[in-house]
């Protein structure tokens, strides 16, 4: 694997840590959604994040009323400021463009003009819930977000009117700024701005992150037998809050699986479809006591 050393990504002293795998998007793909930051006036801002590149552009949208929620404000968005900030955001990644968008299902991105639009533009637009998305999905957008929201706060700005021009600034530091994650897949120092601009370190990018998942389903602990009792990570309902997976509390048994994806029943009798393994969590019997299923070390 040309420039990857050994790293956390492919060292695994734990047999469950890790082994989630790593998302590989289509080059050109990025992820939106709206932030708001607070202090004596609100800024609602609408935040595109390359899904590979981590590359982050932020627009200013709307000041929020001091007595209105986020989601009201969101409610008020409508379409033609959305359509504005993305034509944007094209024009300026012209000639890549975007053709990708990946959006959670806000009335100001789901509706017809929103349809004809993105038709009209080649754009492919996902939208989904937060059930529906990925939590790698969702874990990308939300690590670029607390990395903003952290150097805010280091800049003594937290609380305080934050105004597009500081914004910006503080924007373009982090794209110049290493990568640590980027830097490991790659094996050199990586910014998201220089894996942004050259695509031929994306490419390379996704080459070395097909590499690692490889890696991964090689792990005896990646293939999970059928009879194994397992818990299921699952998303936060709040859109509003960060959202982490969560791992629920009901036990599930693996009773089918279809490669990398699982069918489960619950012990009254709930049955779980198409789940994917790395939405699972089980914990392999390690002691003399329970030892390991026979089934784990045998290949499959």
Sequence with gaps: MTGLKE???TKFKNPQLNLQMKLIYPPDTWLMDTIEFKGPIKML?????????????????????REESLEQTRQKLSWREVQHKITKVYENLKPRGIKTLITD????????????????AHIKHIAKTPDETSHIHTSILDRVVR??????FNLGLEGKELPPPILQQIVKTYNETRHETLSQILGFPATPKMVHEREELELLLIRNLRSINYSKQQQKYYRIPIGTEVFVRSLRNDRFKKRRAQVEPI?????????????????DGKILENVPR???????????RNPLPQALNEPT
């Design 251 to 267: 036990k599930y048994k693996v009773i089918y699986n279809k490669g990398s994806v699982y069918v489960l029943e619950s012990e």
């Design 278 to 288: 790395r939405n699972l969590k089980f914990t392999p019997h390690r002691s003399r």
């Design 45 to 65: 801002y609408l935040f595109f994040v390359e899904a590979n590149t981590r590359y982050l552009i932020a627009e200013p949208g709307n000041i929020i009323e």
């Design 7 to 9: 790293s956390n990504l």
């Design 105 to 120: 299902k806000d009335p100001a991105y789901v509706n017809i003009q929103s349809k004809r639009f993105f038709e009209w």
């Design 147 to 152: 990395t903003i929201r952290d150097m805010i």
